[in-house]
């Protein structure tokens, strides 16, 4: 279980590692994952229940990784002039 654990946390973190923010970080991915229902995966929520996301969580969650993309919230990579 431990193997599995860290094989997720390991690839999780190639993907969007918020220690090393001088690499380019794929935080729109994640938002798409996150809006998708495939974040987080279902045999996390099945071990950890209150890790499932309400729509409006997860809303707020993709919300918040566009800006760190640095993009407007909502609307892909466009600025909010």
Known sequence: MS?????DV?????ELNFSEWDRVQEADDLAEAVLSISMPPGKY??????AKLLAAERKQLADGLAVIQGAAPGNG?????
């Open 3 to 7: 193997w599995l654990i860290y094989s």
């Open 10 to 14: 390991k690839r999780g973190r190639d």
């Open 45 to 50: 929520t099945i071990l950890y229940p209150s």
């Open 77 to 81: 990579r466009e600025d909010d002039d």
